[in-house]
């Protein structure tokens, strides 16, 4: 126990002492006018009736999903700015409690998403309206108690009007993030609420108006293309160029639920600015219950925007980009399930604490070989890149 106990002090102070390193060392660079930020993205953040099932305590009748997070909350915690697709309700009725196909989550979730290191959460998805109108409002509601940031769905026509984007401000850097869906499965938006769609039209006044606010980048989330299809659609290529010729940054993918690729390319704008503009067609499921094939799984997709004091919008650097796999392990225990989202890398010897058996490793190991083989092109086209516009 002595034992246990001088490991567990020694890996506390190293951790602290990494904290304050880095720390010191963005003051370092922010005094001599080079300012950087990381970034990490998830993709669709679920609630299936297995998951409900397994963060309920009937004892108590309380939830708590926080032990789904545990494995990957140092990795979220760790980046400037977390973000993520929140494809679910939180309808705060009990009686609204449910998965697939309305999926209605307890309020506890949104705690649980903060303390797991979320920052910003869109909620433009196409099951958005899932619980009606209570549903709508309250979901927002939470995620203003717990101070999460969100985007891409309104209480009223007043609050879209004053936020048609979202303005974050840290390290140095003024980030617009926007986040829109395709659609909402044929739901009523709630009387006077509003989602965001894809519209072409909307979405360029949109980006105008984040632009002048003079951003550094331009961050935009979307949720499209189509189901379970590995490769992105003409649609989303066809939107993505207008996206970057209006000046866009970055962009998001989710809805899919299987990943997709991802590329940076250099290319100018509407305004003759030609910049870096990184896209990823989809990010996959980070949390669900869908077992299937390329669908148990995702990735935590991480980036790094630089800057100097004196570059104007549009002279931004994005570096550091990588991803790391995640695969979600479902344990049934005595009849009821458990849920943990596993950072595969770590877990490639079956030697940490959470013990998966013979078959979830194998199935553990073919999505991580799946997404390896599958983002190859994806890692060697970052590097091109590199070796042509940074060298």
Not at 263 to 288: H, K, T
Not at 301 to 314: A, I, R, S, V, Y
Not at 339 to 348: A, N, S
Not at 366 to 371: A, S, V
Request: contains cysteine.
């Amino acid at each position: 126990m002595k034992t246990q106990n001088k490991s567990y002090r020694l890996i506390l102070f190293l951790f602290i002492l990494t904290a304050i390193s880095a720390v010191y060392c963005k003051e370092k660079l922010a005094e001599s006018g080079h300012f950087s930020i990381s970034i990490s993205a998830v993709g669709d953040i679920m609630m299936h009736d297995s998951q409900l099932e397994a963060g309920h305590d009937p004892k108590t009748g309380h939830y708590d999903f926080s032990g789904m997070f545990e494995p990957v909350k140092t990795l979220l915690s760790a980046a400037d700015l977390t973000v993520g697709n929140l494809e679910t309700t939180l309808p705060g009725d009990t009686a609204l409690i449910g998965g697939y196909p309305r999926f209605g989550a307890p309020d506890v979730l949104a705690n649980n998403l903060k303390i797991a290191g979320f920052d910003i959460l869109a909620t433009a998805n196409n099951h958005a309206c899932d619980t009606g109108p209570a549903g709508f409002n309250h979901t927002l509601d939470m995620l203003d108690k717990y101070m999460i940031d969100h985007l891409g769905t309104y209480r009223s026509k007043k609050e879209i009007e004053e936020n048609r984007f979202l303005l974050v401000q840290k390290n140095g850097f003024r980030i617009a993030f926007l986040n829109y869906c395709y659609g909402v499965n044929s739901m009523p938006v709630p009387n006077g609420a509003h989602v965001n769609m894809i519209n072409e039209t909307r979405m360029i006044q949109d980006i105008r108006l984040a632009r002048q606010q003079d951003p550094d980048a331009i961050i935009v989330m979307l949720h499209w293309g189509k189901e379970y299809q590995r490769k992105p659609d003409a649609d989303q290529k066809q939107l993505f160029y207008l996206l970057i010729r209006e000046g866009v940054d970055v962009i998001l993918g989710s809805h899919p639920h299987v990943i997709q690729p991802y590329a940076l390319y250099m290319a100018p704008d509407r305004y003759g600015v030609a910049g870096p503009r990184l896209i990823i067609y989809s990010l996959g499921n980070f949390i669900s219950n869908q077992r299937e094939r390329y669908r148990n799984g995702g990735i935590i997709f991480n980036f790094t925007l630089e800057k100097n004091k004196e570059q104007e919008h549009g002279q931004i650097r994005i570096s550091n980009i990588h991803y790391i796999p995640v695969w979600v392990y479902r344990r049934d225990t005595a009849g009821k399930p458990d849920f943990y989202i596993l950072p595969i890398e770590q877990y490639l010897n079956n030697d940490q604490m959470i013990q998966l058996s013979t078959t979830d490793h194998e199935r553990m190991m073919q999505f991580y070989q799946d997404t390896k083989s599958h983002l190859r092109e994806s890692e060697k086209q970052i590097k091109r890149f590199n070796r042509n516009f940074t060298e």
